[in-house]
């Protein structure tokens, strides 16, 4: 054995020796790191690697009075488009990948690109609620650093049907307007959610999961609404508006023993799935959140009121002074007609304002105002939509001198569409006021009745004899000689009054911007449904018996038809 061989063998001890002391000693530091790692360090480590994941909940559906058959809201599958710009910077991609997810997804190349600036992050959105088909094509390219979330977004199959009265739910899912407001705490669900920890590529680690809530969807809603119903109200109605020229208008349609709501429509309208970018003008829900002086249809509601009180009957004659009236030191006037003793029964029919002020001061204000407020004026009628307006209606202690007779016809009081169509409802319910509804119920998931409204009555301001005998006064303010004739229907009865209101300005009145409308019921013998039609400043003409009795017969004809109501004007229908 030569000297050289001890040498190379000591060598050979001497780094193997070396290797496994610099083992030794890593392994001690991973085991300190692993098991002597202070608590506030491993804490702080596992904050890092834990995350919070809101599992996908579907908000309920919004369906028409008829159910699953008519669905006018509800969530579709949709994918979120997400990046991961750490991975994407590292394999240098950033380019490539907004250029190509720029052409898939219609983005302009510099926005993905400001999405992946930088590098340090570890999610970003890419684009949100796409559909299954682009999804496909973006997972088609297979990029690293590209993935997808499970998202669910809203959508109204009838796009502006109903749009008022369905109102939107946000991106964040929860209502913003209409039914989707009224009504969220039904139809957002409850989320659930996962807290767990991930591994470096934010896999969840299914074992070490601290807590995982199963995510509770949201209730369906069925509306008191008619989709079909709405359809021919909002087409009479829009069509009416842009063939008179006018600003606005709003038409509603209820059933009169329940108050349901068969048809609420305001035009100008927007599309649901469009929301973000509507009109405010056209977002407006005219036919609870805007309020107009009633003009001439109040009259109905001081001759019943009189009546009521036993203060006239149909046939009380009344002076009409052949025109002109001075009631302190001011000048009413009926306009275009010089009538002179006239029965309750024509000022009606003839629409007399001198002949209604008349009889408001047979009331006098404190029995005037109280029925005012007895049919609803000045207050909600709690309809389950936001925004509904009170209207305005001042305090008796505010009247002056004038303020019955001019109320009488419908000036110095405000009220909504609704307000006024529910006037005339309760006349035609046998004085029983109906508190108005557009939601029916709302269905669990399983089908089980989470909540039912029910026809609830407010008031009884006026007893029934009296409402039959209106229910006789209001069908001859249709017939010939009556102004509302153009409201007649063949082989039915109409009961109704028309509206010419002057449009307060500048401290008086405008002699050029009107409101028609024309607000009954059908049939006038046994009343089925209660309709009002109003349009804002039609021009050049603007009476409510020349623009809005059209609308109102047009409506009624189709509503009639399709609710298979008899034809006879003196059969008696089945309530519904």
């Known amino acids: 054995m030569t000297e050289e061989q001890p040498v190379s063998a000591w060598r050979c001890y001497s780094v193997t020796g070396s290797m496994l002391l610099v083992m030794i000693g890593l392994s001690v530091r991973l085991a300190h790191f692993h098991f002597w790692v202070p608590d506030a360090n491993r804490q702080e480590l596992r904050s890092h690697r834990t995350v919070v994941r809101h599992a996908l909940v579907r908000r309920g559906a919004i369906r028409d ?77 297979g990029f690293e650093g590209i993935f997808f979330q499970e998202a669910s977004v809203r959508r109204y199959p009838q796009d502006s049907l109903m749009c008022h009265v369905l109102g939107f739910a946000n991106y964040a899912g929860y209502g913003g307007a209409g039914v989707e407001l009224s009504m969220d705490r039904y139809l957002r669900g409850s989320p659930g959610e996962i807290v767990t920890e991930v591994d470096g590529l934010r896999h969840d680690r299914y074992l070490r999961r601290t807590m995982a809530v199963p995510a509770r969807d949201g209730a369906h809603v069925e509306l008191t609404l008619d989709q079909t119903i709405q359809y021919f109200t909002e087409e009479a109605l829009g069509n009416a508006v842009k063939a008179h020229f006018a600003r606005a208008g709003c038409a509603i349609v209820m059933r009169v023993q329940t108050g349901e709501i068969l048809a609420m429509a305001s035009y100008p309208a927007f599309n649901l799935n469009e929301f973000t970018t509507a009109d405010p003008n056209a977002m407006l829900n005219r036919a609870i959140a805007s309020v107009y002086e009633p003009g001439s249809t109040m009259k109905a509601l001081v001759i019943a009121a009189a009546m009521n009180e036993g203060l006239v009957s149909d046939t009380t004659p009344i002076d009409c002074e052949d025109g002109a009236w001075s009631h302190h030191g001011r000048i009413l006037r009926d306009h275009g007609h010089r009538y002179g003793t006239i029965p309750v029964a ?134 010939e000689g009556g102004t509302g004739k153009r409201a007649r229907i063949d082989g039915m009865r109409v009961a109704g009054k028309t509206g010419t209101a002057q449009k307060p300005e500048n401290g008086g009145y405008s002699d050029t911007n009107y409101m028609a409308s024309f607000v009954g019921f059908v049939p006038a013998e ?32 189709q509503a009639i038809r399709y609710l298979h109501l008899p034809a006879s004007p003196y059969q008696v229908v089945s309530r519904m």
């Open 346 to 479: 024509d000022v009606l029919r003839k629409s007399s304002n001198i002949g209604a002020a008349k009889i408001s001061l047979m009331l006098g204000p404190q029995k005037f105002y109280d029925y005012t407020r007895q049919f609803g004026l000045g207050k909600s009628l709690k309809l389950d939509l936001p925004g509904e307006e009170a209207g305005i209606l001042h305090h008796v202690d505010r009247w002056t001198g004038i303020s019955c007779s001019r109320i009488a016809i419908g000036q110095g009081v405000a009220v909504t569409p609704l307000q006024m169509l529910s006037i005339y409802n309760t006349i035609a319910n046998e004085g029983r006021m109906m508190k108005p509804r557009v939601v029916r119920r709302v269905l669990g998931r399983e089908g089980n009745v989470v909540l039912e409204n029910k026809a609830e009555v407010l008031a009884t301001p006026i007893n029934p004899h009296v409402s039959h005998t209106m229910w006789e006064l209001l069908a001859r303010a249709t017939e």
């Open 526 to 557: 046994s009343p089925e449904l209660s309709l009002i039609v109003v349009i804002d400043e039609p021009q050049p003409r603007h009476s409510g018996g020349y623009v809005a009795a059209p609308v109102f017969k047009l409506i009624a004809e």
């Open 65 to 141: 009075r008829n159910g699953a058959r008519n669905i006018l809201a509800m969530d579709i599958n949709v994918k979120d488009v997400c990046a991961d710009p750490y991975i994407i910077h590292k394999r240098s991609a950033v380019h490539d990948v907004s250029m190509m997810l720029g052409g898939i997804l219609e983005i302009e190349p510099s926005t993905i690109l400001e999405c992946l600036d930088d590098p340090s992050r570890r999610f970003a959105y890419v684009r949100r609620f796409v559909d299954e088909r682009v999804a496909n094509r973006v997972g088609a390219f």
